[in-house]
């Protein structure tokens, strides 16, 4: 699996095609042709503001893989693409739902990292996540009282909404004195905040 996955990686840096690549992962034996010995017309090309292509797509920091292609690719093009960062971060406390944590800032940022993992799919912490567009992440921003307050950006596929939804039910389920979970900011929770990242 990791050959197969710096085939792709080795293909995405200098632009090798998609059909060389199945050719070399595949059963079959690898048949090597020599086409030119001409480097006469060899020459510098100097299009570094051009789009690469990759696997037949332009690839960009706005151009994903899709769901249904390779998790390999997903990887590839995501492993381009820069993890959301975690401004306060915590060892993960992994707990079962209807667990009884104290309420405290320390066992927020650690259930919240756990989240992260846990329910890993709404977010961009994995390379294969960031390969189909999702490219967002979640902040512990502070503690009123009993009120959670996080921080939602970058870009997700469900709505804002409902990712705060799933990590509120997951907070609370572990550290019922948490009565409400809140973001910073209710523009946060709109479309038009899943666009800017």
Not at 44 to 64: A, P
Not at 88 to 96: G, M, S, V
Not at 129 to 145: A, F, K, P, Y
């Amino acid at each position: 699996m990791q050959l197969k996955h710096n085939i792709y990686l080795v293909c995405l840096v200098f632009g090798i095609s998609e059909a060389w690549l199945q050719q070399i992962t595949s059963k079959r034996p690898f048949v090597v042709r020599r086409l030119s010995d001409d480097w006469s017309s060899f020459q510098v090309v100097d299009d570094d503001d051009e789009d690469e292509i990759v696997f037949g797509r332009k690839l960009d920091r706005t151009t994903y893989a899709t769901e249904n292609d390779d998790s390999d690719l997903k990887a590839t093009v995501g492993a381009s693409l820069s993890a959301p960062s975690i401004e306060r971060d915590a060892e993960p406390i992994f707990l079962p739902a209807g667990s009884e944590l104290e309420l405290s800032e320390e066992n927020v940022l650690g259930v919240l990292a756990a989240c992260r993992q846990e329910v890993g799919t709404l977010f961009g912490y994995t390379a294969e996540n960031r390969g189909v567009g999702i490219t967002g992440g979640v902040d512990l921003v502070d503690l009123d009282g009993p009120t959670i307050i996080l921080r939602l950006k970058g870009r997700f596929w469900h709505e804002r909404k409902t990712v705060l939804e799933r990590v509120a039910n997951y907070l609370q389920q572990r550290i019922p004195e948490i009565i409400d979970v809140i973001v910073e900011d209710p523009w946060q929770l709109t479309n038009e905040a899943n666009e800017v990242w």
